[in-house]
C-alpha cells in the first residue's frame, strides 16, 4: 500500500481529481460525490475508525444512518456509488487492500418516482411572472425555456444566445460530462425569448456577459438563484410544496409520454446515457393511470 498519500484527504482529493481528469464526470457530480464521502468520512472520525481498514459493517451502518436521516432513494443510490468509486479507486492506488463495498447493494431508485405538475399547474406557474415589467418577461422566458427544452437548471444558467436558433425552434444544451444536444424549443418558448433579447437583455446587459439570461446586475445566474426565482412563483401559485429542483423537467417528459411520444425520443431530448433512467417516467404515467382507474372505474 502506499505510505505517502495515505491520508483520508489526500485519498479524496487523487479521487476527485480522477473523476475529473480521467472520467470526465460534470461538475455538479462531483461536488455530490466529494459531499456524500466528506460525510463518510466525518462518520469514521466520529467512531474512531481508520479509513484504510473500513469494514462493510461501518459502511452499512453510516448508509443505515443517512437512510434513517431521511434521504431519499436517488441520493442514497449515488451516495452508495460514491462509496463503490471511491474504494475502488481506493483499491486500485493502493491506499487500501480490500475493497469492502465489494456486495453493498443499492436501494430502488425506480420506487422513488418523481413529482410532476399538470399541464394546468404548469400554464399557472409559466402564467405568474408579471410580464408588463421587464424582470416579469425575462422570468416568463426562463420557465418557459425550463419547461418547454426540459432542462436541467445549471443548463438554463448556461446558456448562451448563439446556443438558440429561435427560427428553427431548437436549443443547443450542454448536459452532464460536457455532453451536447439538441432539444426542441416550442412557439410559446420562442416567442417569449425573441422579446426578451429584444425588450429587456439589451437594458440588462453589463459588458460583454455572454449568458443568455441575466440578473438585474448584469450577471449570470447562479443555480440558487434560479431556484430562488421559481420558488417565488411557486408559492404565487400555492404549488410551492410541489416544486423541486426537478420538478418543470420531470413534468416536460411525463406529458410527452402521456401525449404519445416514444420513449427513446424522451431519453434524446432529456440527455439521459441509459434508457432505464428514463424509463422512471413510464412509472409515473402507470401510477396515474391507476388513479384514474380506481376513481372512475366501477369495479375498482
Known sequence: MRTLSSTPEDALRLFL??????????????????????????????????????????????????????????????????????????????????????????????????????????????????????????????????????????ELASLKPADLNLDEGFLICRGKGGKERVVPLGRAGCRSVRRYLSEVRPVLEAGSNPFLFLTRRGKGFTRQGLWKLLREYARKTGL????????????????????????????????HSQITTTQIYTHVGRERLRRVYDQFHPRA
Open 240 to 271: 410551492e410544496a410541489q416544486i423541486s429542483p426537478h420538478t418543470l423537467r420531470h413534468s416536460f417528459a411525463t406529458h410527452l409520454l402521456e401525449r404519445g411520444a416514444d420513449l427513446r425520443s424522451v431519453q434524446l431530448m432529456l440527455g
Open 17 to 154: 481529481e480522477y473523476l475529473t481528469v480521467e472520467k470526465g464526470l460534470a461538475g455538479n457530480t462531483i461536488l455530490s460525490y466529494s459531499r456524500d464521502l466528506r460525510k463518510f468520512l466525518d462518520f469514521l472520525g466520529k467512531n474512531r475508525l481508520i479509513w484504510t481498514s473500513a469494514r462493510e459493517e461501518a459502511i452499512v451502518r453510516f448508509v443505515h444512518q443517512e437512510s434513517q436521516g431521511g434521504l431519499s432513494a436517488r441520493s442514497l443510490a449515488r451516495l452508495i456509488s460514491a462509496l463503490r468509486s471511491f474504494f475502488k479507486f481506493s483499491v486500485l492506488s493502493g491506499f487500501v487492500k480490500e475493497n469492502p463495498t465489494a456486495r453493498l447493494s443499492s436501494p430502488s431508485t425506480w420506487l422513488a418516482l418523481p413529482k410532476v405538475l399538470t399541464v394546468q399547474e404548469v400554464e399557472a406557474l409559466l402564467g405568474a411572472p408579471d410580464e408588463k415589467k421587464p424582470l416579469g418577461l425575462r422570468d416568463r422566458a426562463m420557465l418557459e425555456v425550463l419547461y418547454g427544452a426540459g432542462l436541467r437548471v445549471s
